[in-house]
T-cell receptor
C-alpha cells in the first residue's frame, strides 16, 4: 500500500517562530489533506490540497504532486498551534484517507 | 466546512457488553463514511468503509463480526463493538465525504474504555 511519511516527528518552537512540516508519499494521489488534531482529539481540516498552493492566515501549504510531497508552513507560531499535525492521502476519488504518523508541535511562550 | 457529529463522545462499559457509536453528517449527504481507530500516541488506522445501502468493506485484520457497521441512510452510519474487551479500548473516529466533493470531514471522536 501507499506509504505516507511525515517529518519531523517532533518540533519544539518558541512563540513567533516559523516552521515547515513535510509529507512524502509513495504513489500518485487523488486527495491530500492536512489536519490539526487538538488536545480533545478533534481533527481540524486545514487544507484540501492534492496539488498547488493555498494560504489561510498564518498557514499555507504546497503540494508538488509530480514529486510526491507536500509542505505545511506555519508562520509566527502561537501556543494555540500546539498539537499533532497529520497529512493524509487517498489514491482514488472517494476512497479512504491514509494517514502519516504525524508531527507533534509544541509552541512555548 | 461540513459538520460531522458522533455520539456518544465517551463511553465506559464492562467487558462482554456491546457498544453502539453513531456518526452523523449534519448538513450534507454522505454517500460514503469511514471508520478509524486511534490508540494513544499513534496515528489513525482505517477500520472500514461504509457505503449507504450496501455492506461495509473492512480492512485486513479488522473482524467484521466484532465491529458491526450499518449505513442505513445518507446521514447516519453506526459502529457497534460487540462483546467488547479491554483491548478494544481506543478512540474511534468517523469521517464523511460529501457526495459531490473529494474532501473528507471528521467527527469529534468517541473514546471507548472497556473495564
Amino acid at each position: 500500500g501507499i506509504q505516507v511519511e511525515q517529518s519531523p516527528p517532533d518540533l519544539i518552537l518558541q512563540e513567533g517562530a516559523n516552521s515547515t512540516l513535510r509529507c512524502n508519499f509513495s504513489d500518485s494521489v487523488n486527495n491530500l489533506q492536512w489536519f490539526h488534531q487538538n488536545p480533545w482529539g478533534q481533527l481540524i481540516n486545514l487544507f484540501y490540497i492534492p496539488s498547488g498552493t493555498k494560504q489561510n492566515g498564518r498557514l499555507s501549504a504546497t503540494t508538488v504532486a509530480t514529486e510526491r510531497y507536500s509542505l505545511l508552513y506555519i508562520s509566527s507560531s502561537q501556543t494555540t498551534d500546539s498539537g499533532v499535525y497529520f497529512c493524509a492521502v487517498a489514491l482514488q476519488a472517494g476512497t479512504a484517507l491514509i494517514f502519516g504518523k504525524g508531527t507533534t508541535l509544541s509552541v512555548s511562550s | 466546512g461540513a459538520v460531522v457529529s458522533q455520539h456518544p463522545s465517551w463511553v465506559i462499559c464492562k467487558s462482554g457488553t456491546s457498544v453502539k457509536i453513531e456518526c452523523r453528517s449534519l448538513d450534507f449527504q454522505a454517500t460514503t463514511m469511514f471508520w478509524y481507530r486511534q490508540f494513544p500516541k499513534q496515528s489513525l488506522m482505517l477500520m472500514a468503509t461504509s457505503n449507504e445501502g450496501s455492506k461495509a468493506t473492512y480492512e485486513q485484520g479488522v473482524e467484521k463480526d466484532k465491529f458491526l457497521i450499518n449505513h442505513a441512510s445518507l446521514t447516519l452510519s453506526t459502529l457497534t463493538v460487540t462483546s467488547a474487551h479491554p483491548e478494544d479500548s481506543s478512540f474511534y473516529i468517523c469521517s464523511a465525504r460529501l457526495r459531490q466533493y473529494n474532501e473528507q470531514f471528521f467527527g469529534p471522536g468517541t473514546r471507548l474504555t472497556v473495564l
